[in-house]
């Protein structure tokens, strides 16, 4: 029987990429494949981008390029990750694949109880609705201490 794959959604964000070492990490450890979804929709958002007049080939274009920089730039090529692009609502797309999944793996963005009440959250349905152990890896604490050196360099100059 094969081992179910460790899921992972990605946006292209500092918080995916966050979720995408952790995955990598707890694949590793476990001998799990790891799946790192791109999801795309129209109207086109994904990530922080808002594309205006895109068509849906371009928007896949961009997701699939968007997800194989993420991987390369975070894990390197040669970490197994297995990259799926898909359309749709990223929520129920990610709930879908964690049907078939060991544990499906976001990041957060941080918003506070008031954001998350005006915009809604892909970790809060998933969290609800997932059909496997669900895992929100928090931003890393040495990438603020790295950009804390680095805002305190660049004020010294």
Request: charged share 25%; with cysteine; hydrophobic share 35%.
């Amino acid at each position: 029987m094969a081992t179910k794959p460790v899921v992972v959604g990605i946006d292209g964000s500092e918080n995916s990429k966050d979720a995408l070492r952790w995955a990598v990490e707890f694949g590793r450890r476990y001998e799990a494949p790891v799946e790192a979804i791109a999801v795309w929709e129209m109207p086109a958002t994904y990530g922080y981008v808002i594309i205006h007049g895109a068509t849906g080939q371009e928007l896949e274009e961009a997701a699939r390029k968007m997800l194989a920089d993420t991987v390369r730039d975070t894990v390197g090529d040669d970490a197994g990750v297995n990259q799926q692009v898909k359309r749709g609502n990223p929520s129920e797309v990610l709930i879908g694949a964690s049907g078939s999944a060991q544990m499906l793996v976001l990041g957060t963005r941080g918003h506070g109880a008031f954001a998350r009440m005006v915009m809604g959250s892909v970790s809060q349905h998933c969290a609800a609705n997932s059909k496997c152990p669900f895992t929100v890896v928090p931003p890393t604490k040495v990438k603020s201490k790295e950009k804390d050196k680095e805002k305190s360099k660049s004020k010294s100059k």
